[in-house]
């Protein structure tokens, strides 16, 4: 949800990032947005999860890794499903990657939605993001269109 530099999480994001399991995955509050996503390790096959924020666009639910390819984005690219969790309410979802227009519409969707929070993390400037800025970066970040499993 929150990094250091892209791909990686620092101490700070780490310590939000366990709060925000807590709040989400344990107490099940309802943050409009925020899930816990699950899913296996590719390789290992353990189970993993990771905050994360579900933006809707245009009928469709979205997630976008803001900080490019990590490991929950190798993981649901490899497996193709997952589950989003808040508290005991589990929801088993399928994983589509995106590309092209589709996959911009889903960025600037997630950037006008939680752009106040993740937009340092793209290395975009201040103000609007202009349709140049989401060709840029479009290539770097996993989108994924979710469906029910």
Known sequence: MISGRR?????????????????VGRAGIPVPGLFMLRLHGRRSGALHSTPVMVVREMGSRYLVSPRGETEWTRNLRAAGWGELMRGHRVERVRAVEVHGRERQRALRAYLRRYGWLTKRIFGLPRGA??????????????VFRLAPA
């Open 7 to 23: 791909g990686q999480v620092g101490l700070p994001a780490r310590a939000v990032n366990g709060a925000v399991s807590a709040i």
């Open 129 to 142: 993001v202009q349709p140049e800025d989401l060709r840029r970066i479009a290539p770097q970040h996993g």
